[in-house]
Each structure stands twice: as structure tokens, then as C-alpha cells.
């Protein structure tokens, strides 16, 4: 499994992209397919200021439930309202149609100390020896 | 995953595909982590009528049976298929309950009947779906295309000799077929091939979970265990008080006459959000049992779930509540099968 360049990750199998000052987030590839199909994600309301490692929600699947993570700091300011009609989105594209958030960082540059592709690569290559 | 000691495919294309292609088209499920016994000799068919809470004793030769197998306090060691061949039964049991199973009725067995275990001897693949019939057309005797559910026949299925099986755990129609593992491969590739004009798809436990919930079918470990009684799992109908003394028969004649204290019913939900096994059921907030299966339904399109409830509240469209641990789910009690337009022979 490959995991694209332009995303920082968290252990936790969250992703974030900085753009615009604004940092969006979701979860990888590789957490959609150990959730298997998507049916309901749980999402914060606009507004709501999260510490790094916060629960943000909890995505649902046909076979299990997760919580999500937010890998970063800051304030919600959109979530992925199109998940409600489209929860596959997630697993269909999750680092596009499928993102979930976006948050106003507390600190700047905050993604940019999280996990790059290649130590991603290497947690999940862990979880499966 | 390993389950029961077994590597198991829980997953080939997606849970909700394999859940879908069965629903409308065919799907191969590789169950041969079940468990298979023999039981022969003259008494073979009372003694399991002593085991059984079902009626062995009303068997065909070529007729199988769903049954529970209790203990003398009524609690489920286990449910199963009974086959009845024209000399000897065989017993289909849970992969998990093996060794429990088989040591439970050793312990029972009488004098002149034996009981063998041939598990390691017997691979299981299930075709299930509306199109299993066009799977398997020209590839087993044209009989057992024309068995009733059910019933079974013995014939040859790609090069071996294999147990055709009108059953299955999908609510569609199906075929589980039983044969030597010496030509699971053989076997495996020509139904692989035979389904392909047809959609079959491969179909792993998850798929196999998400059919069966939709059916209302009871899963051992979650749904029935050692501590409930075929009664409070509304298996009544397979409880057979008036053909003789069988284990748990007194137990289950008292829970007859007084009434159980909980049942375990069927629920839905609204919205997307999915009950789990462990949950906590309450109502008006008071808590009054426990979510023993839960699934989103692909083909109904909604979350639904099992659970044991207080009896009193056990009644059709009552009010109940699911605690996930971070919200309250509305749910009402709703009658099984929750999927009623599957295909499989009644």
C-alpha cells in the first residue's frame, strides 16, 4: 500500500494537509480498508476547539465503530457535510472526497512535525509483520 | 483472521459487495472450519433425540435438521444440523464449540452407538444466493437441484463424492456442500469458474455475518450461549416437549408454563448509527438488557440488531433505547426476519 506525499500522518491513522493557512484532515487508506465499508462518520460542529489527540467523532462501519483523532490543534471551521449522503467517500477517496475536517491550527506549522509517508509506511508495515 | 484455529477470509471485495452479490446474485463461502461428526449404530437416532431438543426421531433419510443441544439446566451448548443418512447421522457443529461439543457427547454416548469426528476429513463451501441453482446447473445431479430446503442427496461435484445440502445461513437459496479436503482445490476452481457468467463473488465472515443478522439467525457466542435456553432465544420452535425426555427437558417444560424472564428480540434503528455486541439496552432510561448482535443491513439500508430484554418488553414496535457509551440510540422492537424477500425454499 502506498501513501501519498503531499499528507503528514498521526500513528492513529489520520492524515492532514496544510493549505491556506487551514489544515484538513481524514483518515488513511489503510484505516479504511481495516474498517471495511463506511456507513456513518460522526463529525464535530463547527466552532468547537480541539487539543492535538482530541476525539473528534467516530466513524462506523458495517463491521465495527472507531473513534477519530484529530492529529493537531486548533478550531473547527467546516466539516465534510457531503459524508452524510456519500459516507463511501471515505472509502472510495479518502484523501480527497473523502476528507473530513478543517481546523484553524493553534500553532503553525504544526503538520509538519507529524509522521511523513515513509514513517507511516513503516507503522502499519509493524501492525502487520 | 484466525478464528477457531482456522486462517478465515473475513473479507474478499468489501463487506457490503459480497453482502449484495448474494442478495441478488450468487456468493462461494469457504466453512470448512465447521465441524463435522458421524454417529452410527442401531440407537444412533434416539440417543441423539435424548441430545437434541429437535425432533431426530421425525427425519427422512435425506432430510437435515437445525437443532439446539442443551444442558440439563437448559443452557445452549451448542446449536446444529442433524443429517439423516440411510445408516448413520451426521452432526454439523460451530468451529468454535468443536472440542466442548464432541466432549459433551462422548460423555453421553450409550453402549452400541459410535461417535466419530471427522472435522479434519470434511471440507464445507456454501453457494448461496438466487442464481446458486445456475452455478451448479451441470455440475451436480439434476436431483439435487430439485431438492426441497432442507433436504439433502449424496453425488459427485466436480470429481468428489460430496453431501448436496439444500441449506444455508443467508436467507437466500443455496446449496452447502460437503466432500473429502483432498479435492477442496478442484472443487474450490470449478465453482469459481462454473459462477463466473453468474456474479458469483467470493464472500468472507463479514458478509456472512451482516447476511445472517438480516435473517434473525442466531450466531453461538453472541446471540446463544451456555447461560440461555432455547425459550429466551425464541427457538421454541425448535423445542419439541412432547417427543420424550431430552436434556433440559424439565427446565424447558417450567419455562413453558411460567413464562421466561427475558427473550431476546429483533430491533431497528433509525439513521445510520450501529448497535454492537455488549451495548446496553435500556428503556425510559432504566436499564433492561443487553445488545447481543448488531450490523448496519446492507440490503435494508438501515442498522438492526439483536438482544436480550426483559420479557415484558420483548412485544413488537416497544420503545427501546441502545447506549453506545457516547450517545442513546432510539430503537423498536421489530419482528424477524428483518430481510423477508430472500429466496431460500420453505
New interface residues.
Given amino acids: 500500500m502506498t501513501f501519498p506525499d503531499d499528507v503528514r500522518y498521526a500513528s492513529t491513522h489520520e492524515w492532514a494537509r496544510e493549505q491556506d493557512g487551514l489544515v484538513t484532515v481524514g483518515i488513511t487508506g489503510y484505516a479504511t480498508d481495516q474498517l471495511g465499508d463506511v456507513v456513518f462518520v460522526d463529525l464535530p460542529a463547527v466552532g468547537r476547539k480541539l487539543a492535538a489527540g482530541d476525539k473528534f467523532g467516530e466513524i462506523e462501519a458495517v463491521k465495527t465503530v472507531s473513534d477519530l483523532y484529530v492529529p493537531v490543534a486548533g478550531e473547527v471551521v467546516e466539516v465534510n457535510t457531503g459524508l452524510g449522503d456519500d459516507p463511501a467517500a471515505v472509502n472510495r477517496d479518502p484523501y480527497g472526497a473523502g476528507w473530513m475536517l478543517r481546523l484553524k491550527p493553534s500553532e503553525r506549522e504544526a503538520v509538519k512535525a507529524l509522521l511523513t509517508s515513509a514513517a507511516y509506511a513503516q507503522v502499519v508495515a509493524e501492525a502487520h509483520p | 483472521m484466525e478464528f477457531a484455529g482456522f486462517e478465515m477470509p473475513v473479507?474478499y471485495s468489501?463487506?457490503?459487495r459480497e453482502h449484495v452479490a448474494v442478495r441478488t446474485a450468487a456468493g462461494l463461502f469457504d466453512i470448512s472450519h465447521m465441524g463435522e461428526f458421524e454417529v452410527r449404530g442401531s440407537g444412533a437416532g434416539a440417543w441423539l433425540d435424548r441430545m437434541v431438543t429437535n425432533q431426530v426421531g421425525s427425519l427422512a433419510v435425506g432430510q437435515a435438521l437445525y437443532s439446539p443441544m442443551c444442558r440439563p439446566d437448559a443452557g445452549i451448548v451448542d446449536d446444529l444440523l442433524v443429517y439423516r443418512y440411510d445408516d448413520h447421522y451426521m452432526v454439523v457443529v460451530n468451529a468454535a464449540n468443536l472440542g466442548k461439543d464432541f466432549s459433551w457427547l462422548a460423555e453421553h454416548v450409550p453402549a452400541g452407538v459410535t461417535l466419530e469426528d471427522r472435522s479434519d476429513e470434511t471440507a464445507l463451501l456454501a453457494v448461496q444466493g438466487p442464481r446458486a441453482g445456475d452455478v451448479l446447473r451441470g455440475h451436480l445431479p439434476d436431483a439435487a437441484l430439485e431438492l426441497g430446503y432442507y433436504r439433502f442427496t449424496t453425488g459427485s461435484l466436480f470429481g468428489a463424492p460430496a453431501t448436496l445440502s439444500r441449506t444455508g445461513y443467508t436467507g437466500e437459496d443455496g446449496f452447502e456442500l460437503y466432500f473429502h479436503p483432498r479435492h477442496a482445490e478442484a472443487v474450490w476452481s470449478g465453482l469459481v469458474a462454473a459462477g463466473k457468467p453468474h456474479g458469483l463473488e467470493l464472500v468472507g465472515l463479514?458478509a456472512r455475518?451482516?447476511l445472517r443478522l438480516e435473517m434473525g439467525y442466531m450466531l453461538y457466542g453472541n446471540d446463544i450461549d451456555d447461560t440461555t435456553s432455547p425459550l429466551e432465544a425464541g427457538l421454541g420452535w425448535t423445542v419439541k416437549l412432547a417427543k420424550g425426555d431430552f436434556l433440559g427437558r424439565d427446565v424447558m417444560l417450567r419455562q413453558k408454563a411460567e413464562g421466561v424472564s427475558r427473550r431476546l428480540v429483533g430491533f431497528q434503528l433509525d439513521?445510520?448509527?450501529?448497535p454492537?455486541h455488549g451495548m446496553r439496552i435500556a428503556s425510559a432510561g432504566r436499564p433492561v438488557g443487553v445488545v447481543t448482535s448488531g450490523?448496519?443491513g446492507?440490503s435494508l439500508e438501515r442498522p438492526l440488531g439483536m438482544g436480550y430484554v426483559e420479557a415484558a418488553l420483548a412485544g413488537n414496535g416497544t420503545a427501546l433505547e441502545i447506549e453506545?457509551g457516547?450517545t442513546t440510540l432510539a430503537a423498536r422492537v421489530t419482528a424477524r426476519p428483518f430481510y423477508s424477500r430472500g429466496t431460500h425454499r420453505s
Fill in positions: 473479507r468489501g463487506d457490503v463479514g455475518d451482516t439513521g445510520r448509527r450501529v454492537r450490523t448496519f446492507p453506545t457516547s
